[in-house]
């Protein structure tokens, strides 16, 4: 199998490759960053003008244009493929990103956003493509999927997640640890922070943390799918 993905940010592409493995047993080989390119130092200058208004815009434009998603399906060499689209919903009311969100005290509520924004990236596709296509929304921020291994809660019930993940760093890992940690590149954080995600049992387990992070885990299937 291989995979590419479209993510907001490198250390979103970083949990989600942790994730791959754990779930799909898939290494850095098996997978290609569409967007963001993981060996660029800087994006460049349509990336930059996106990123001042969040890194949905950049992942937005790709599924609109999708040039780096065909030349990845076109020159994959597996017959199966997957291309996984990540982004947050805590923007989702922005102007261009345009969700109508559901009510924060609706029971549903986690599933019912993480749906409009399903159907408005499937739209953004123009539905091409969308059978290959898995949607790893997250809820609020991706940050929040990292909670659940620092939290038996629900953390989709945390209103700032990546507050919350920073003050749980400063109070589990000693100084020493604490300080080489936040000297890490964003990616670098991401996967370090992640590596229990690698673990099968301790992703699933973790997955029943967070409803957006379970259904993007269970929508990867099983391996050998497809």
Not at 149 to 167: M, Q, R, V, Y
Request: charged share 40%.
């Amino acid at each position: 199998m291989r995979v590419g993905i479209v993510a907001e940010g490198r250390g979103d592409l970083a949990v989600i490759a942790n994730i791959l493995k754990g779930k799909l047993g898939l290494d850095f080989e098996d997978v290609q960053f569409i967007r963001p390119e993981y060996d660029m130092d800087e994006t460049d200058v349509h990336d930059q003008a996106e990123a001042l208004r969040g890194g949905w815009g950049r992942v937005k434009r790709e599924c609109v244009e999708r040039g780096r998603i065909r030349e990845f399906v076109e020159n994959a060499i597996d017959d199966e493929i997957l291309v996984l689209i990540q982004i947050d919903t805590a923007e989702a009311h922005e102007k261009g990103y345009d969700i109508e969100r559901p009510g924060r005290d609706d029971p549903d509520y986690a599933a019912v956003l993480r749906r409009r924004v399903v159907e408005k990236i499937n739209a953004w596709l123009e539905g091409e493509g969308v059978e290959r296509v898995r949607h790893a929304v997250a809820v609020e921020e991706t940050e929040a999927w990292v909670l659940t291994i620092f939290s038996a809660k629900d953390t989709a019930t945390f209103g700032d997640p990546k507050k919350k993940l920073n003050e749980v760093i400063n109070k589990a890992m000693p100084d020493k640890e604490r300080k080489r940690h936040f000297q890490l590149k964003e990616y670098a954080q991401a996967h370090e922070l992640t590596r229990p995600f690698r673990k099968r049992r301790e992703l699933e387990k973790f997955a029943d943390r967070n409803l957006s992070l379970r259904l993007f885990v269970d929508s990867l299937g099983e391996p050998g799918e497809g």
